[in-house]
């Protein structure tokens, strides 16, 4: 990438005025240091006086708004939704952001027309994000690099980390590229390309261009959901012990009925193929998110009086999701968890894996909220759909769509970019996936046909 001409004059922001006053004491001429907040400070402004060309450098944090706000951190950028998060998503985590994220992306909106380069030390995924918003938001640049650092050798960090750099145009000049990822600082060959397409961003633009026709680019009736979502583990899990009695968290025997436990499984169980004996259960208190839970009191006392026995503890728990809903209240329940069948992944493990569970002692199976689902109503369907997410197809375009350095690489809106009777067709497996139509939903059954005929 081009570099920048040598800068003339130097210009530092920082908010810790002791840090201010040891530069000063020292400082030239060319060097000018900036007592302000980043977070409220005008950095259009800042740049607008300096002269042309621009370097940019820093290191901002590795931390998300939520880590400092568990700190109680001051030094915080203004609560606004800014990635567009709505929803269920923005209530259950999905708006949390990098700080570096934010204050990059101030950045690259006041570097917006000007002969600049940017060189900032970030997270790789934060990188990706920043790409994503510019080319969503048709910001002017002209080349853009990832060059990944070890992090754990000059930070003492386990984090996949980059150096992102920019390089900014006035607008007649820019002609945007494809991001170069390159495998270190010195790499002369990149060893990936990124690239946009319908809307993401993807590692292999080849492949997921082969295969426009296998991506669902509107809504299907093919649902991919995540599994149950309480924030009590101690409480809501029990372990089935070799006599057959339970023991929660606490290593506490616990006596309840039966009646609201299901077998369940965790990310770990379904990324190491441990499905056939399940020796956990979850304890389910609503058959809907929202539903009252009164009648437990009624219908299971043991139930209710051992969840009033950690009442305190599931009133506690910090998601907002739980405020103003009936006591004991779970969240991603619905008719789809007690379907008898599901194919299912774990989202944390680096392994495209995939189950198909059934009934476990007469029960359907629940999954907890770190893995994603597609409910059955047959062992026929789960196997042919089953088969399907098998195949090298979609798992070479799925692939190129995950990035495994990511905290939770696998995700819903990934696995949902599969048109699951397209990708039938692809693979030579449509008619086995239309005799199991008489088990699918009405829309589903006229879907399959439409593309049958």
């Known amino acids: 990438m081009e570099s920048c001409t040598e800068a003339v004059e130097f210009v530092g922001l920082e908010i810790n005025k002791k840090y201010v006053d040891e530069v000063r004491s020292i400082e030239s001429g060319m060097l000018t240091v900036i007592h302000d907040d980043f977070f409220s400070c005008s950095l259009e402004n800042i740049i607008q006086k300096l002269p042309e060309p621009l370097l940019v450098i820093g290191n901002p944090p590795w931390v998300t708004n939520s880590e400092l706000t568990r700190i109680r951190s001051e030094n915080l950028p203004n609560k606004t939704n800014f990635n567009g998060v709505s929803g269920i998503d923005a209530i259950t985590g999905k708006s949390n952001f990098d700080i570096s994220e934010w204050m990059l992306i ?40 990832i060059r990944k650092i070890d992090a754990q050798k000059f930070f003492r960090v386990a984090v996949d980390a980059c150096l992102f750099v920019v390089r900014f145009l006035p607008k007649q000049q820019c002609q945007h590229s ?54 009590c583990s101690k409480v809501m899990e029990l372990f089935v012990q070799s006599d057959g009695r339970l023991k929660n968290g606490f ?42 839970t009164k009648s437990i009191q009624y219908l299971y006392p043991k139930m209710w009086h051992y969840l009033n026995e950690h ?58 909220d770190t893995c994603y689902f597609l409910s059955c109503e047959s062992e026929e369907e789960a196997n042919v759909i089953g088969s399907i997410f098998a195949s090298k197809v979609v798992q070479d375009i799925l692939i190129a769509h995950i990035f495994w350095d990511s905290k939770r690489p696998i995700t819903r809106d990934i696995l949902s970019i599969i048109d699951i009777p397209a990708a039938a067709r692809r693979i030579g497996c449509f008619e086995a996936l239309v005799k199991v139509c008489r088990s699918l939903s009405h829309h589903k059954q006229s879907d399959l046909f439409a593309m049958r005929f």
Not at 211 to 222: I, R
Request: glycine share 6%; proline share 4%.
């Open 106 to 145: 101030q950045e690259v909106e006041a570097l917006q027309g000007k002969d600049a380069l940017l060189a900032m030390l970030c997270k790789t995924a934060v990188a990706r994000k920043v790409i994503l918003f510019m080319l969503k938001k048709a910001f002017d640049f002209s080349e853009v690099e």
């Open 178 to 231: 494809d991001c170069r990822i390159y495998l270190s600082l010195k790499s002369n060959i990149p060893s990936d390309v990124l690239g946009m397409r319908n809307g993401r961003l993807v590692t292999d633009v080849e492949t997921v261009d082969r295969f426009q026709d296998v991506l669902a680019l509107n809504a299907t009736d093919f649902t991919w959901r995540s599994g149950v979502k309480h924030d």
């Open 251 to 292: 290593k506490d025997y616990v006596d309840i009925e039966d009646a609201l436990l299901y077998p369940m499984l965790k990310s770990s169980d379904l990324a190491n193929g441990r499905t056939r004996e399940i020796h956990r259960r979850m304890l389910i208190t609503q058959q809907s998110v929202g539903s009252d």
């Open 311 to 368: 009442a305190e503890k599931l009133n506690n728990r910090r998601s907002s999701i739980y405020k103003n809903r009936p006591p004991f209240s779970i969240f991603g329940v619905g008719d789809y968890s007690f379907k008898p069948w599901k194919v299912a992944i774990s989202g944390l493990y680096k392994k495209l894996q995939f189950s198909i569970i059934g009934p476990y002692e007469g029960k359907p199976v629940v999954v907890d």
